[in-house]
């Protein structure tokens, strides 16, 4: 009985065994399946049709061959995220290579207040180091986020001077995205104002490499203008906008195109400004353009919600009436029109010739005042006004004081003169019924500033004709001369002429302080440019006493720039000491003509040491440093 007990158990025991191993080998033979399975609709998922997948166990085995070595691994990293990677055998083969393109090295830049930040491929010849410093730079001290990668790769001829070019933009922008390749520099950014934004496009423009193309898209933020102004003429000389201002991008469309019905052909300046007084702006110029059109002539004037209509005399008063009738009815609630139509002219009897106030200002500068003034103080006011606008050396006054003139003189005088000063040169005549500006100008915007200006100062209603004629050699930002022209302004500024130090010292004498005084003034002309103010010494006196002698000078300059207003943030001041001598050493001319500074230009391939010395210009200084001197220390 016992032993039959026993064996009943042993065969119960072998007979559990057996269908647990049979139940494990099922399990593994389903996991084995689906993970086969799970992996395979993975791959071909992700585009990797070309892998098979082998099942042994719990291992998955990835059989075929990839396209390239980055393919091979992004099928690895697909199966490892469907399995576990520890189960995920790699047998995968790469083509052959022979037809690989390598991937274009490219950088994406983003800089803002919070720091720089870099993603991209860049050659494995990169000098990350200098590469890190120059970014740490721009960055002023902000977190830098490098995600870099390298590839050794050929470097495209061009990839260097589109590097620097975008680095030499993310400088000038603080606010910016860029993007650069070999072949083109992306650059995205926001400037503070409109005229910075036309610096920054004139000096990028500049500074675009050959080879290299750009594509610019600079924002600045839209001024804020009052009256918010729009004023169309048609008359003899056809159609034409005197100012142009729109909200949008779309109103500004729907201006020019009611402009452009009415005849008006070629470029159209009307600017984006803040300010409208209504969202229905655009809808009530059109209107307004359309009557004018209507009614074949005249003028119509819009001073935020007021609307001033002066048609040309002639036209027939039904129409007039019919055109200014439906123009009331349709403008939006807002809008009030004051229409006028003025009577033909009486031509039977010749008339004195009406009183008028002149000024002039001539393509040097010089303005004269001449015509009637009320009184005295009107005279003094002019007088004074024209003044702070112009200098007092400028101004010559011919005016004379006349009574019973007209109301209002004073303030068209006033206004005249303010108007002038929106001209590089020209004239203003004002009369009674109008004023007439005629000049040139280097500001794109001078029309539509000076109508502005002579809505605000006499009504809506005021006459005025404008013919201001914009001359981009005349505007300051356009016409800003090259890095190279700066240098060679300074080199002809300095012939025959040198900045002198105390000997021993730093101290600039009071003999260099005009000549700073004249490189300054041309500094600040030339917007931002990266310069090199080097110092050098002779060789008298120990190295290390020159070394630091030099830089101290450097500095010196550098500190005497600033104090005069030159934006020397992408300067820098390095002392050189004896090194680079340009003349023997061992004369005094010699030794005069090497304690010299040299201003240069910053070559962007100078950020890894090199030196570029084409551009140097020599400024030497005077005082001597021989052994008896106190230029050098004692012991020299």
């Given at each position: 009985m016992r032993l039959s007990a026993i064996l009943i158990r042993v065969i119960a025991f072998a007979?559990?065994?057996?269908?647990?191993?049979?139940?494990?080998?099922?399990?593994?033979?389903?996991?084995?399946?689906?993970?086969?399975?799970?992996?395979?609709?993975?791959?071909?998922?992700?585009?990797?049709?070309?892998?098979?997948?082998?099942?042994?166990?719990?291992?998955?085995?990835?059989?075929?061959?990839?396209?390239?070595?980055?393919?091979?691994?992004?099928?690895i990293s697909a199966a490892g995220g469907v399995v576990d990677a520890s189960r995920v055998i790699d047998n995968l083969s790469v083509a052959d290579s022979a037809d690989f393109t390598p991937p274009d090295f490219k950088i994406e830049i983003l800089r803002n207040d919070s720091g720089v930040s870099l993603i991209g491929l860049i050659p494995a010849t990169t000098n990350r180091d200098a590469f890190a410093r120059r970014i740490a730079r721009i960055s002023q001290d902000k977190p830098v986020t490098d995600l870099l990668e390298t590839g050794d790769y050929p470097v495209p001829e061009t990839w260097r001077a589109a590097v620097d070019f975008a680095l030499e933009a993310l400088e000038m922008l603080p606010r910016s995205k860029i993007s650069v390749n070999a072949e083109r520099v992306v650059v995205n950014g926001i400037s503070d104002s409109a005229a910075e934004k036309r610096q920054l496009e004139a000096a990028l423009a500049r500074a675009r490499p050959d080879g290299v193309r750009l594509l610019l898209e600079i924002s600045a933020p839209r001024p804020v203008i009052s009256p918010f102004t729009a004023r169309f003429i048609l008359d003899e000389f056809g159609p034409r906008f005197d100012a142009c201002v729109a909200d949008t991008d779309e109103t500004r469309e729907m201006i020019i195109a009611a402009a452009t019905a009415a005849g008006l052909e070629g470029r159209v300046n009307c600017i984006l400004g803040l300010g409208t007084p209504s969202q229905e702006w655009g809808q009530a110029v059109v209107l307004a353009i359309g009557a004018l059109t209507e009614l074949g002539g005249g003028t119509v004037t819009l001073a935020d919600t007021d609307i001033s209509l002066v048609a040309m005399p002639g036209i027939q008063q039904r129409l007039f009436d019919n055109v200014v009738g439906v123009l009331e009815n349709n403008l939006p609630e807002a809008f009030a029109v004051t229409a006028e139509l003025p009577p033909l002219p009486d031509t039977s009897a010749e008339a004195e010739g009406p009183p008028q106030f002149s000024a002039t200002r001539s393509p040097e500068g010089q303005v004269q005042l001449r015509g009637r003034v009320p009184d005295e103080m009107t005279n003094t006011v002019a007088s004074n006004f024209a003044a702070a606008k112009f200098g007092a050396r400028n101004v010559t006054m011919g005016t004379r004081i006349v009574q019973d003139l007209p109301t209002g003189w004073s303030v068209r005088v006033l206004a005249g003169i303010e108007a002038l000063s929106e001209l590089s040169n020209g004239s203003v005549v004002v009369e009674p019924e109008t004023i007439m500006i005629t000049g040139q100008t280097g500001n794109e915007n001078a029309t539509g500033e000076i109508s502005r200006l002579i809505i605000e100062k006499l009504g809506q209603t005021a006459e005025f004709e404008l013919n201001v004629t914009y001359v981009e050699a005349l505007d300051p930002i356009a016409g800003l001369p090259t890095p190279e022209q700066c240098i060679a302004q300074i080199k002809t500024l300095t012939e025959g002429r040198k900045i002198t130090f105390d000997p021993g010292s730093a101290s600039i004498t009071a003999a260099g302080q005009p000549i700073i005084d004249d490189i300054a003034e041309v500094l600040r002309l030339c917007g931002d440019l990266r310069v090199r103010v080097a110092g050098y010494t002779d060789s008298q006196g120990r190295e290390e006493m020159n070394l630091r002698l030099s830089q101290d000078r450097a500095d010196a300059v550098l500190t005497a720039l600033r104090s005069r207003r030159v934006p020397v943030s992408t300067f820098e001041a390095v002392g050189y000491g004896i090194a680079d001598p340009i003349a023997d050493n061992a004369t005094e001319e010699g030794r005069e003509a090497n304690?010299?500074?040299?201003?240069?230009?910053?070559?962007?391939?100078?950020?890894?040491?090199?030196?570029d010395e084409t551009a140097a210009e020599d400024l030497e200084t005077d005082e001597e440093t021989p052994q008896d001197s106190d230029d050098a220390p004692e012991e020299g």
């Open positions: 007979v559990a065994a057996a269908g647990s191993v049979a139940a494990a080998q099922l399990t593994v033979s389903t996991v084995e399946e689906r993970s086969v399975e799970a992996v395979q609709e993975t791959l071909v998922e992700n585009g990797h049709d070309w892998a098979e997948v082998l099942g042994d166990g719990l291992q998955v085995i990835l059989e075929g061959t990839a396209p390239t070595e980055a393919v091979r691994f992004r099928a304690r010299r500074i040299e201003f240069s230009l910053i070559q962007p391939d100078e950020e890894d040491g090199e030196t």
